[in-house]
């Protein structure tokens, strides 16, 4: 009796934790904790400076255990590569990310629609706008119709599939990359592109209290009533890191550099060239280990360097130049993988480069073959006047100085002589038949 009392009981739990189960509603998303929200701003290109300085600003907010993260965005656009780097810091960080495109007259263009729409909320201040996203070559050109094609596709599927994982618009993402197309800030909201608008940062922070985001560790209810503003300042490297970042500043450092270095190099003692050339070389190394660098096209430039100096020390009648010329120009285009530089840039820095290591080839060279004119040797050749009777030694001037020399016969005051040996203080001469007057 007590063991059938028992199983009773027992069925009787297993069914009220299955009703409870069935009937119980799902236990509600989790209140994100922290007190701090925290600013990071981005204005201006986006390029490999400025996506480590956004990297960098997530894993402080995750490290500093901040409620919030808001991207403040202003942007034409950048590199592709670069915008990728923030887009997987956003998708990735365990942080709320929300990105904002303020203050009014701000716009997220090209690679700025693609930041916005992968935040876990998108965000606009009235009089912004947000579009215009057709892939470019760094210098602003169209790229090739068949590169094009393929870029396109692989930026459409790559926009759209991140707008729908937010549930957002994807098929007007993928039609401002295709054709361009811009909207403001309310016809954002009214397409689902962004979420809502606010005119200031504040307001998007009283207006995001008691949303409901999704993120990798699961959804989280933002409670940002009485969250305090932190902002996320950039250090000095971050602000030369986003200066020289971009590959037209890197190549002309690269530039200033050789042309430095090789002017000291032709040149010892100038000192300032070298200085000059050292610290922006330096530079732009630095730049190169944030962009995609083609070694061949570092090579080449290195090349060129070797046919310019070469010219100095052999006969090539200007071959070597041209030579210099080709591989400096064939290096600047191969450069950078997926990243050009500006041939309106490019091509006058080639000209002015290569023109300024020709002059200074040509006038090592043209000193390198002139005869010298100081010391023993300067005086080999050199025509000069007898002063003092020499039977078989007397005094002479020549070359701005009084010798003693000596001659294999009588020579008398007044009579040119040349120089034809030096044998320590004691030059030897010749009679040249000519008298002074």
């Known amino acids: 009796m007590a063991r059938t009392q028992t199983n009773i009981f027992f069925r009787v739990v297993l069914i009220g934790f299955v009703a409870s189960a069935i009937l119980i509603p799902g236990a509600p998303a989790a209140v994100l904790a922290?007190?701090?929200?925290?600013?990071?701003?981005?204005?201006?290109?986006?390029?490999?400076?400025?996506?480590?300085?956004?990297?960098?600003?997530?894993?402080?907010?995750?490290?500093?255990?901040?409620?919030?993260?808001?991207?403040?965005?202003?942007?034409?656009?950048?590199?592709?590569?670069?915008?990728?780097?923030?887009?997987?810091?956003?998708?990735?960080?365990?942080?709320?990310?929300?990105?904002?495109?303020?203050?009014?007259?701000?716009?997220?263009?090209?690679?700025?629609?693609?930041?916005?729409?992968?935040?876990?909320?998108?965000?606009?201040?009235?009089?912004?706008?947000?579009?215009?996203?057709?892939?470019?070559?760094?210098?602003?050109?169209?790229?090739?119709k068949t590169m094009s094609k393929k870029v396109v596709n692989d930026m459409a599927a790559y926009a759209r599939g991140i707008a729908e994982d937010k549930g957002r618009n994807g098929e007007w993402v993928e039609k401002a990359i295709r054709e361009s197309v811009s909207i403001t800030a309310d016809e954002a909201v009214e397409k689902n592109v962004v979420d809502l608008v606010a005119k200031d940062i504040d307001q998007l922070i009283q207006d995001l209290d008691g949303r409901e985001v999704t993120l990798p560790g699961g959804k989280i209810t933002l409670r940002t009533a009485e969250l305090k503003k932190r902002y996320y300042l950039p250090g000095f490297r971050d602000r030369v890191l986003k200066t020289i970042s971009d590959p037209n500043i890197a190549y002309i450092l690269m530039m200033i550099g050789l042309a430095g270095l090789y002017f000291e190099m032709s040149h010892p003692g100038a000192i300032f060239p070298g200085v000059i050339g050292g610290i922006s070389l330096i530079l732009a190394f630095f730049a190169f280990q944030t962009l995609p660098v083609n070694y061949a096209g570092v090579l080449l430039i290195a090349l060129a360097i070797i046919f310019f100096i070469a010219e100095v020390k052999v006969a090539s009648y200007g071959v070597l130049s041209i030579g210099g010329l080709v591989s400096l120009t064939l290096g600047s285009i191969m450069l950078f993988e997926d990243v050009g530089v500006s041939l309106k840039l490019m091509l006058p820095t080639i000209l002015l480069v290569g023109g300024f290591f020709v002059v200074v080839a040509g006038l090592a060279f043209r000193a390198f073959r002139t005869r010298p004119r100081l010391g023993t040797d300067g005086l080999l050749g050199e025509s000069g006047v007898v002063r003092e009777l020499i039977d078989p030694e007397g005094l002479i001037f020549v070359h701005g100085e009084y010798w003693r020399a000596k001659a294999g016969e009588r020579l008398e005051p007044g009579e040119k002589v040349v120089v034809t040996a030096v044998e320590g203080l004691m030059l030897e001469v010749r009679k040249t038949g000519n008298q002074e007057t």
Request: aromatic content about 2%; proline content about 7%; glycine content about 16%.
């Open 34 to 144: 922290g007190n701090e929200v925290m600013i990071i701003e981005l204005e201006g290109p986006i390029n490999p400076g400025t996506a480590l300085y956004v990297k960098r600003g997530l894993e402080e907010a995750k490290n500093q255990g901040a409620a919030l993260c808001i991207l403040r965005l202003d942007t034409p656009g950048g590199l592709a590569s670069s915008m990728r780097t923030i887009v997987k810091a956003i998708l990735n960080s365990p942080v709320p990310v929300v990105v904002y495109v303020g203050p009014r007259g701000a716009g997220a263009a090209s690679a700025g629609v693609l930041v916005t729409v992968a935040g876990h909320i998108a965000a606009m201040a009235p009089g912004t706008n947000i579009g215009a996203a057709h892939p470019v070559t760094a210098g602003g050109k169209d790229i090739g």
